[in-house]
């Protein structure tokens, strides 16, 4: 089965650039999509078709996708950017599968 | 305003049958795929089901053969039958929409916890 695999945690200081990767096979063929989620509330799309916003996300977040890895990136860190993060990508079947999340902290 | 609000989780015996709704508003329902996410307790996020515009229907392995997604166009509701319930299935389950063949899920509920235990 497919599988996403992301760094458990990252840390980051305010202010500055937090980077999270999400890899699996040849995932830069497929489209990644990036949820936000903190702790006691439902996930929020942040990134979809590798580096599109949804309307209300700020332009601090950002996305990319090629060869066997996507990234996330966080420009310009806030404390309220504290969360886990999932990224997701689905296949022709379809599967759709998760990441393994990672805990971003902000020092 | 688009929402997405659960109901129907609770406590069920390993073996049970338990079946959620998820009610939409603000939206046209109709036009959107929509799916089953669950989240145990401290843990990742996984996708159970999903159902496209056409009533087609998908699952993972994990409850193939056991769950069932269903839509009601005409109420704006999403259901997911769950039968042969395990403890491995609590979890915090989440309904989601996804615009037509889009892959991502874009608006999410509040969720509804199911817990399987004798």
């Known amino acids: 089965s497919y599988e996403l695999t992301q760094p458990p945690s990252v840390s980051v200081s305010p202010g500055q650039t937090a980077s999270i990767t999400c890899s699996g096979d040849?995932?830069?063929?497929?489209?990644a999509c990036w949820y936000q989620q903190k702790p006691g509330q439902s996930p929020v799309l942040v990134i979809y078709?590798?580096?599109k916003r949804p309307s209300g996300i700020p332009e601090r977040f950002s996305g990319s996708n090629s060869g066997n890895t996507a990234t996330l990136t966080i420009s310009g860190t806030q404390a309220m950017d504290e969360a886990d993060y999932y990224c997701?990508?689905?296949?022709?079947?379809?599967?759709?599968?998760f990441g393994t999340g990672t805990k971003v902290t902000v020092l | 305003e688009v929402q997405l609000v659960e109901s129907g989780g609770g406590l069920v015996q390993p073996g049970g049958s338990l079946r959620l709704s998820c009610a939409a508003s603000g939206f046209t329902f109709s036009s959107y795929d929509m799916h089953w996410v669950r989240q145990a307790t401290g843990k990742g996020l996984e996708w159970v089901s999903a159902i496209g515009t056409a009533g087609d229907t998908y699952y993972p392995g994990s409850v193939k053969g056991r769950f069932t997604i269903s839509r009601e166009n005409a109420k704006n509701s999403l259901y997911l039958q769950m039968n042969s319930l395990r403890a491995g299935d609590t979890a915090v389950y989440y309904c989601?929409?996804?615009?037509?063949?889009?892959?991502?899920?874009?608006?999410w509920g509040q969720g509804t916890t199911v817990t399987v235990s004798s």
């Open positions: 078709q590798d580096s």
């Open positions: 997701q990508a689905w296949d022709s079947s379809p599967n759709y599968v």
């Open positions: 040849k995932l830069g063929d497929k489209y």
């Open positions: 989601a929409r996804a615009p037509h063949s889009s892959g991502y899920m874009d608006v």
